[in-house]
Antibody, heavy 120, light 108 residues
Framework: EVQLVESGGGLVQPGGSLRLSCAASGFTFSNYRMHWVRQAPGKGLEWASY????????TYADSVRGRFTISRDNAKNTLYLQMNSLRVEDTAFYYC?????????????WGLGTLVTVSS | SSELTQDPAVSVALGQTVRITCQGDSLRNYYASWYQQKPGQAPLRVIYGQNNRPSGIPDRFSGFTSGSTASLTITGAQAEDEADYYCNSRDNNGNHVIFGGGTKVTVL
């Protein structure tokens, strides 16, 4: 069974940093591209970042580029999101999601999410 | 940049048919995928590609694309279909993923 489990969320002050992790199981992690998608409380889904199978290609939404870094450790079956210079508007649930073999934007499995709260 | 536009909310009587639309120029080049999200839950893919349903998704869910508009149809809506529905695709350059703003479906 495919499972994605996010961790690392919490309360952080503006300007602070957090690193999110997403532990993958039930599939060959190194064969799949991955995404981070976020959702502010009561708001819609917003794509944040993408990484290809071996980590050589990454892309970011304009809202996080230069502050967030996506990475992966295929040996540990884990996806990461390093978040620096956090802003109040980064407050959201952060989901990791797997890109299906059908297309990079087709997200076939999602984790339950981890909540990041940026507040003083 | 590209955008996907969805109506904020629709309602449907129990057992009737509802169609949710998603408009965007990039849909001329990339099929939309559709996701159902219930309160407190992660999104769940319900339609992808031209009109493909993942295993376990009821056949009352169907998708269609014409030009720059993608649609998700629920034929014979059930109470458990009450949820937020999001479309997504790629932007015009194909580099980024984009989501529509979501449509809240209420089953009356």
């Amino acid at each position: 069974e495919v499972q994605l489990v996010e961790s690392g969320g919490g309360l952080v002050q503006p300007g602070g940093s957090l690193r999110l992790s997403c532990a993958a199981s039930g599939f060959t992690f190194s064969n799949y591209r991955m995404h981070w998608v976020r959702q502010a409380p009561g708001k819609g889904l917003e794509w944040a970042s993408y990484i290809n199978n071996d980590g050589s290609t990454t892309t970011y939404a304009d809202s996080v580029r230069g502050r967030f870094t996506i990475s992966r450790d295929n040996a540990k079956n884990t996806l990461y999101l390093q978040m620096n210079s956090l802003r109040v508007e980064d407050t959201a649930f952060y989901y990791c999601a797997r890109a299906s073999g059908y297309g990079d934007h087709v997200l076939d499995y999602w984790g339950l999410g981890t909540l990041v709260t940026v507040s003083s | 940049s590209s955008e996907l536009t969805q109506d904020p909310a629709v309602s449907v009587a129990l057992g009737q048919t509802v169609r949710i639309t998603c408009q965007g120029d990039s849909l001329r080049n990339y099929y939309a995928s559709w996701y159902q999200q219930k309160p407190g839950q992660a999104p769940l893919r319900v339609i992808y590609g031209q009109n493909n349903r993942p295993s376990g998704i009821p056949d009352r869910f169907s998708g269609f694309t014409s030009g720059s508009t993608a649609s998700l149809t629920i034929t014979g809506a059930q109470a458990e279909d009450e949820a937020d529905y999001y479309c997504n695709s790629r932007d015009n350059n194909g580099n980024h993923v984009i989501f529509g703003g979501g449509t809240k479906v209420t089953v009356l």
